[in-house]
């Protein structure tokens, strides 16, 4: 839903989204012991426990909280579960989110839901304003976020764990085959990219993606389908981990450093790979997942191609339906294409099983003004050394992206659901 509440049929459309989402949130979580839920596995993830907590603080602070008179459930936990909004105030360090074991996980969902029963409440009596409408829409999407990263750091946790359990036994497998690769040209053109600046504009995207502006997309060609995990062992069995030329310098460095020989989660027999379902062959039609940036940009590199440009990728994407292998399809893994047919003149996979890297850092777009008050701290502070991804993973919500989506990670990153796609200019 990308609307907010206007009328009373809007106000109850809302007040089912939010359930919706609220509870998909506990499903993820519901395989978890109460020790799974406060493991921290490294500074860049977070609890489970964590994420439930966190996304409830949201809708208390920006949501009930908007509200005459409201005393916080508990004034510590505003410590606690503030992320980095140092506009309200300050937060606990987010490399010692796992020593949390106080509140215990029942308290939190306590917390969580007294949060929904409050919020709920005050749908049912028309009592949030237009602005209080808008922040609980960001906070759906905000959670919808936090729902993929409980599931890429729970995966996480786990691989840490020298039992390697998985977080589920049961997760739907498929099998299919990936078409030959083949290069899909793209005329110069001018694109209009982005979406309206919300909420000024119904429909909703984040404030990184506005303005719409025009930008010149030169002539190119681009792969039409991921890059397959047998396509990354050939990189790999030729040397690819072993020679510098292919690699930015930087992501040298960590290969040396950390030791790095193949995609996070595989095993050194390059036949393996942990899954959020334990241990499992590596399919080798399906898109090879958990790289960073760095590792991306090599492959491509050595592929004799470069990464597209994030608007060479919208360009593309404007034109077809975000459909692909989502969170809720219950696989949480990229798949191989399992379609009987293909229109030999369009991407497939462009959405959802790996977000895709590509070549262009994260920064402003011409005009770009962030979210008003304290929500201005979502996004525009980070744009500085990341880099970004589109179309969504196998670990996305189905329904949370869009072509003009931009997701953003510091190159070093590989515990996201993180692939490619190659591209070429034309000489």
Same mark, same amino acid.
């Given at each position: 839903?990308?609307?907010?509440?206007?009328?009373?049929?809007?106000?109850?459309? =809302?007040?089912?989204?939010? #359930?919706?989402?609220?509870? +998909? /949130?506990?499903?993820? @979580?519901? $395989?978890?012991?109460?020790?799974? *839920?406060?493991?921290?596995?490294?500074?860049?993830?977070?609890?489970?426990?964590?994420?439930?907590?966190?996304?409830?603080?949201?809708?208390?602070?920006?949501?009930?909280?908007?509200?005459?008179?409201?005393?916080?459930?508990?004034?510590?936990?505003?410590?606690?579960?503030?992320?980095?909004?140092?506009?309200?105030?300050?937060?606990?360090?987010?490399?010692?989110?796992?020593?949390?074991?106080?509140?215990?996980?029942?308290?939190?969902?306590?917390?969580?839901?007294?949060?929904?029963?409050?919020?709920?409440?005050?749908?049912?009596?028309?009592?949030?304003?237009?602005?209080?409408?808008?922040?609980?829409?960001?906070?759906?999407?905000?959670?919808?976020?936090?729902?993929?990263?409980?599931?890429?750091?729970?995966?996480?946790?786990?691989?840490?764990?020298? =039992?390697?359990?998985?977080? #589920?036994?049961?997760?739907? +497998? /498929?099998?299919?085959? @990936?078409? $030959?690769?083949?290069?899909?040209? *793209?005329?110069?053109?001018?694109?209009?990219?982005?979406?309206?600046?919300?909420?000024?504009?119904?429909?909703?995207?984040?404030?990184?993606?506005?303005?719409?502006?025009?930008?010149?997309?030169?002539?190119?060609?681009?792969?039409?389908?991921?890059?397959?995990?047998?396509?990354?062992?050939?990189?790999?069995?030729?040397?690819?981990?072993?020679?510098?030329?292919?690699?930015?310098?930087?992501?040298?460095?960590?290969?040396?450093?950390?030791?790095?020989?193949?995609?996070?989660?595989?095993?050194?027999?390059?036949?393996?790979?942990?899954?959020?379902?334990?241990?499992?062959?590596?399919?080798?039609?399906?898109?090879?997942?958990?790289?960073?940036?760095?590792?991306?940009?090599?492959?491509?590199?050595?592929?004799?191609?470069?990464?597209?440009?994030?608007?060479?990728?919208?360009?593309?994407?404007?034109?077809?339906?975000?459909?692909?292998?989502? @969170?809720?399809?219950?696989?949480?893994?990229?798949?191989?294409?399992?379609?009987?047919?293909?229109?030999?003149?369009?991407?497939?996979?462009?959405?959802?099983?790996?977000?895709?890297?590509?070549?262009?850092?994260?920064?402003?777009?011409?005009?770009?003004?962030?979210?008003?008050?304290?929500?201005?701290?979502?996004?525009?502070?980070?744009?500085?050394?990341?880099?970004?991804?589109?179309?969504?993973?196998?670990?996305?919500?189905?329904?949370?992206?869009?072509?003009?989506?931009?997701?953003?990670?510091?190159?070093?990153?590989?515990?996201?659901?993180?692939?490619?796609?190659?591209?070429?200019?034309?000489?």
């Amino acid at each position: 839903m990308n609307t907010v509440a206007a009328t009373p049929q809007a106000a109850r459309a =809302l007040a089912e989204h939010f #359930r919706a989402v609220r509870a +998909r /949130s506990l499903a993820l @979580a519901a $395989p978890l012991s109460a020790e799974d *839920a406060m493991v921290q596995s490294m500074p860049d993830a977070s609890p489970t426990k964590w994420h439930l907590a966190h996304t409830s603080w949201f809708f208390e602070r920006f949501v009930v909280g908007s509200q005459p008179g409201h005393a916080p459930f508990n004034a510590d936990w505003h410590y606690l579960f503030n992320s980095y909004y140092q506009s309200i105030g300050p937060a606990h360090a987010r490399p010692q989110r796992g020593l949390l074991s106080r509140p215990s996980l029942e308290e939190v969902r306590d917390y969580r839901q007294r949060v929904d029963d409050q919020v709920i409440e005050l749908l049912q009596r028309d009592a949030l304003d237009s602005q209080a409408c808008h922040q609980l829409l960001l906070g759906l999407h905000h959670e919808q976020q936090h729902q993929e990263l409980l599931l890429t750091d729970i995966k996480h946790a786990l691989w840490c764990n020298p =039992l390697q359990p998985a977080y #589920r036994d049961d997760l739907k +497998r /498929s099998t299919g085959a @990936a078409l $030959p690769m083949r290069w899909l040209p *793209a005329e110069e053109c001018i694109v209009e990219i982005g979406a309206p600046a919300w909420p000024a504009h119904p429909a909703f995207a984040y404030d990184n993606e506005s303005p719409v502006h025009r930008v010149l997309v030169p002539a190119h060609v681009v792969a039409n389908r991921p890059v397959s995990n047998a396509e990354y062992r050939a990189f790999i069995l030729d040397g690819g981990y072993r020679q510098a030329a292919h690699w930015m310098s930087e992501g040298w460095t960590l290969v040396q450093n950390e030791g790095w020989q193949h995609p996070l989660y595989w095993d050194d027999s390059l036949e393996r790979e942990f899954t959020l379902g334990g241990w499992r062959a590596i399919d080798p039609d399906a898109p090879v997942c958990h790289l960073s940036y760095f590792e991306a940009d090599a492959y491509a590199r050595w592929a004799g191609a470069r990464l597209p440009t994030e608007f060479e990728w919208e360009a593309v994407a404007q034109s077809l339906p975000v459909q692909g292998n989502f @969170a809720d399809d219950d696989h949480l893994h990229p798949r191989a294409f399992t379609g009987e047919s293909a229109n030999p003149a369009q991407p497939l996979q462009l959405f959802g099983d790996v977000w895709e890297w590509t070549s262009s850092a994260y920064g402003a777009y011409p005009g770009f003004q962030p979210f008003a008050g304290n929500l201005g701290e979502y996004n525009g502070k980070f744009m500085c050394g990341q880099w970004i991804l589109r179309g969504g993973s196998c670990a996305t919500p189905a329904g949370h992206v869009r072509a003009s989506y931009r997701n953003f990670f510091a190159p070093s990153a590989r515990w996201q659901f993180a692939g490619l796609r190659l591209a070429r200019g034309l000489a």
